[in-house]
């Protein structure tokens, strides 16, 4: 006789509670004291804008622009060139036709600015061809400038750059500062304006460079300017 396997009873006795542990009590924590600022809103915005002030007031007063480019000072004097070369590069040009051309005894230079001021200070000195001499009665009693002219290069009429040429016969005298942009045309002598837009308009002569000549020879700049380059009118 089988006899059934026994099943487990459960047990009706309950196990113990757990025991809980109390938490320790913490304290709560105090706040951060709060600092007072050194300088308020008000005051650092004022204080900001008459920086801002100060600064563009600067500025202004030493270029006359906002935020402008300081321009340096004009020169007072400048060595070009001497004579001896300009004369000897005329000598060796003026019995060959194809060559007689101012072009080929003058020198460019830049005069009271140098070329990152402007281009409008190039200038140009010629040695003027026979029987031409300089107008200009200051030159007259001199043996050297008397032979010799110097203007600035820029056109009063569109500001395009001149160059030495001829007009016509170059034995006619003719010789003459070209603009190649407009036509316009300026007596060698006396850069006054003869053919071409700067003609028709009535405009002023190219600015004269004064000139100097020392001991040895060496032709240079000096003083301003005779006029503003490329203005071709005064009122």
Known sequence: MFMDDEKPIASTTSAPAPTSTPLPSSSPTSAAPIK???????????????????????????????????????????????????DNQYQQVKSKPSEFQPINYSEFFYYPYDSSVSPYYKNVIARLPDPLVNPDPSYSSDPILKHVVAFNVTCVHLRCLVNPGYAGNPGSGEFRL??????????????????????????????????????????????????????????
Do not use: M
């Open 36 to 86: 007072s600022p050194l300088i308020s809103r008000r005051r650092f915005l004022q204080g900001a804008l008459a920086a801002s002030a100060v600064l563009a007031a600067a500025s202004v007063g030493a270029s006359g622009q906002i935020l402008g480019p300081l321009i340096p000072s004009s020169a007072t004097s400048q060595e070009i060139i001497s004579w001896t070369q300009l």
């Open 178 to 235: 070209q603009c190649p942009c407009h036509g316009s045309q300026y007596r060698l002598t006396d850069a006054v304006p003869v053919a071409g837009p700067a003609y028709d308009l009535g405009l002023n002569p190219l600015p004269k460079v004064q000139l100097s000549v020392d001991a040895n020879g060496k032709i240079s700049a000096i003083g301003k300017l005779n006029g503003e380059p490329g203005i071709g009118r005064t009122q």
